[in-house]
C-alpha cells in the first residue's frame, strides 16, 4: 500500500483535502514531509501517538509547542479536556485552524504564538526544502539550503500561560528547531507548579551531552526515558522478532547521559510515580520500564 499511496501523492500538486483512515480531515500540502507522512501512513510518528492513547488522567490539558498542522492535536484530541496548540508560522497556522475546524474539535485551542523566556522579535528562518517543521529560530546560524527570512514576535511563556488562563498542565509537547531550551527557561515556573509530563526531540549527535545537562536545569529532579521500538543494531528478523515479542509496543529506557544520536521522542517525567501511573494505564499499547 505504501508505494501506491506515494505515487497517488506524487500526482498532486497542491494543497488538497484528504481524510485519514481514522476520519480525520487535513489540509495537505504534497511538498511537505509531514503531510506526506500523515498522507502515506495515517499520521506523523503514529507509533509514539498510539503509545500516548490512553495514559492520561481525566480532564488533563496539554501544551503543543509547535504544533504545525495539528498532527498530534488532532490524533491525541480525545485524550485530553483541552489542547493549547502554540504555531507562529503565518501559512502554518493557517492549515492548523482549517484543520481544527474541518475536524470540528472544541476542545483544542489556537494560539498563533512562539513561547521565549522572554518577549522579543527575532529572526525566523522558514524552511523552502519540503520540511516547513523545520523551519525556526536561527539568529546565530548561517544560512543553509532554501530558506526565507521573517521576523516574529515571541513571548514569555508562563507569562503568556497565565494570561490565557492555563491552570492546570499535565503534558508538554515541544517540537521547535533549535529553540526549546528557551522554549523550558520560559515554562520554569509552569512546569514547577504543574509538574507535567514533557516530551522533546534531542539531536545527540549534534547537541551533545552537555547540552541536555541545560535542558534538565528547566526540568528539575525530571527522570528521562528513551523509547526503544527494537535495538538500533538488531537485523530486520531480530527487529521483528523483538516487536513481536513486546507486542508492538516500546520499552522505557531510563538515561542520564545522551549517546551520539538523535532521540526522536524523549518523555521526561517529574517523579518515579507518575512514571508508574503513566505506564500501567491501559493504553493503546503496553510498555516496560
Known sequence: ????????????RYVFIHRTDRGYIFKLDPAQSIDEAIFVEGCFEGRFLEFLHGRFERGAVALDIGANIGNYAIHLNRDFAEIHCFEPHPEVFRRLTDNIRSNRLDNIRLHQ?????????LTFRENLAGDLGASGFAEDDPPSGRSRILHVPVFEADKLVNQLGITRVDFIKVDVERFKLRVLKGLRATIAVNRPIVSFKFHGHLAGPDELGKLSICLPDYQFYDLEYAPASASTLEKLKWNFRH???PVLKRFDRPEARTYENILAFPSQEIFSRFTNRPSSSTSSA
Open 1 to 12: 500500500m505504501e508505494p501506491l499511496r506515494r505515487r497517488r501523492l506524487a500526482r498532486e
Open 113 to 121: 504564538a512562539a513561547l521565549s523566556d522572554c518577549n522579543d522579535t
Open 247 to 249: 507486542g508492538g509496543a
